[in-house]
């Protein structure tokens, strides 16, 4: 069974929200460089949500809450990810998620989990927004994306963008717990999380 956090889904749907980043139109660079150096591979995302997992998992709450925000998209960011046209509710769901994380680190810090402890595994699997829309059976993104991700790649997602879905699963199983639609901004790795939520 794939499950995304309480909380976070309580963020992303504060407004009903919620390939490369091309020239790094993204983020005006990362500040949490000396906690983990970020790159536009899918073992770096893995790599990540690892660091967030371990530094919870060690007390240190300060790294993994500042590594959770960092995940939330600014207006930049958003830029990266979404065509022009994309519905406004995209947009303005996703820049109120930052204001609807708590202030405590402790809570931010485990949002990103893996839900049970057995669950040591964790894959990421990658697609781009054409790849979503397509939707093929027997592809990546069917077998590994939510429906309503091609409804939001169909909608709202830039041509040539490549997402990814990262799941924490025990080691020999297919699920687990799994967190939606990150994609490399130009600077840093950002999430957009069931985004479709806020289509009609």
Sequence with gaps: MIRTPKFLLLALAVALVACKGGSGAGAAGNPDEALYKQADTPENLKGLLEAIVAANG?????????????????????????????????????????????????????????????????????????????YEQGGVAYAEFPGGAKKLAEAALKPGVKFYEVEFVEPGKDAGMKFHMFYWDGARWRMLGPAWRSLR
């Design 58 to 134: 060690a007390g240190d709450f300060k790294k993994a809450a500042t590594l959770t925000r960092g995940l939330v998209p600014d207006a930049t960011a958003l830029k990266v990810a979404l065509r022009d046209d994309a519905p406004p509710a995209l947009a303005d769901g996703a820049l109120k998620m930052s204001q609807g994380l708590p202030a405590d680190d402790a809570q931010v810090a485990g949002l990103i989990k893996p839900g049970e402890p057995g669950r040591t595994q964790v894959n990421v699997h990658g697609a781009t927004t054409e790849e979503i829309a397509k």
